[in-house]
Structures are given as C-alpha cells and as structure tokens.
C-alpha cells in the first residue's frame, strides 16, 4: 500500500506574526452574507445557510 510522503512546511518565526484566518470584521460580514441567502432562498439551502450562520455567530466574539 502506498501512502503519500509527508507534508513538511515551514513556521512562522518567533517574531513573525500569526494571522488569522478571518479578521472578526470578516467573519461578520460572512455571517451577514450567510444571514441574507437565508432570507432569499426558501429552500433547504436556504435553511442551511441560516444555520450556519447562526453557528458561527456564536464562535465570532461580540465587539
């Protein structure tokens, strides 16, 4: 069985900083994006999207 070789990557340094995936800015305004196909789409992916929304507005810290 073969397997695929290891990832070998590179981290930032003690100086450099981390960034983060999303700003919480972001992350709102993606969460608002999400909120907005809720109300436009009546369908199952609608629902979804209302969902997901409401899952990571509960992640994303208030300001």
């Known amino acids: 069985m073969e397997t695929a070789e ?5 981290y930032p340094g003690i100086d450099e900083p981390c960034l983060p995936l999303l ?4 992350a ?10 809720g109300t436009l ?8 999207a209302d969902q997901l929304a409401d899952d ?3 992640r994303v810290p208030s300001e």
């Open 56 to 58: 990571l507005a509960g």
């Open 6 to 10: 290891p990832m070998n990557g590179e």
């Open 23 to 26: 700003t919480a800015s972001e």
């Open 41 to 48: 789409d009546t369908t199952h992916i609608g629902y979804a």
């Open 28 to 37: 709102r305004q993606a969460i608002s994006y999400l909120k907005r196909l």
